[in-house]
């Protein structure tokens, strides 16, 4: 009998300490890492390159615009007066500028996008690091990114650690 009630308490014990470790309180927080990047010097930095770059490509787009009109119009002024030889190269040079105008708006929107996620994924990275340093400091077991647009509901208890992860990203 002592040894049925001393398993029958062993058991009970048992149950009682999975019952309350499984119903362990989940500790959420939510962050917006749109606004966490917003704050940073080191985006502002990066935008500035990309604004640099961007104007650059666009001088050189329309100074290439600028040319192809030129040649254009002076095709069109001397249409009439031209041999069909020099029309056909004319007309041959003409598609040929319009092409490179083509290729260079698609290679240079490319460029300023792969530019800008070189110079943004460091940052991220960064971002990423701090997250996970405050999660691992403050308890969390999850951190929800909510500038996804994925998340539709916060509760009050879910916690903003954007001020947090800003605090320990500036010194």
């Given at each position: 009998m002592k040894k049925l009630m001393t398993t029958f308490f062993g058991a009970g014990l048992i149950l009682i300490s999975m019952n309350s470790f499984s119903q362990a309180a989940l500790k959420i927080g939510h962050v917006d890492i749109a606004e966490i990047l917003a704050a940073l010097p080191a985006r502002d930095s990066a935008a500035a390159i990309i604004d640099k770059e961007t104007k650059e490509m666009q001088s050189t787009y329309d100074e290439m615009t600028a040319v192809y009109n030129k040649m254009l119009d002076d095709y069109e002024k001397g249409q009439s007066t031209f041999t069909e030889f020099v029309k056909k190269n004319k007309e041959t040079e003409l598609l040929d500028k319009e092409k490179r105008l083509q290729e260079f708006e698609q290679n240079a929107s490319a460029n300023l996008q792969k530019r800008n996620s070189d110079l943004i994924?460091?940052?991220?990275?960064k971002i990423l690091r701090a997250i996970d340093k405050v999660a691992a400091e403050n308890g969390f077991t999850?951190?929800?990114?909510?500038?996804k647009g994925s998340v539709v509901y916060t509760s009050k208890d879910s916690q903003n650690i954007n001020s947090l992860v800003i605090k320990v990203l500036k010194p």
């Open positions: 994924q460091p940052i991220l990275n999850y951190v929800l990114d909510v500038s």
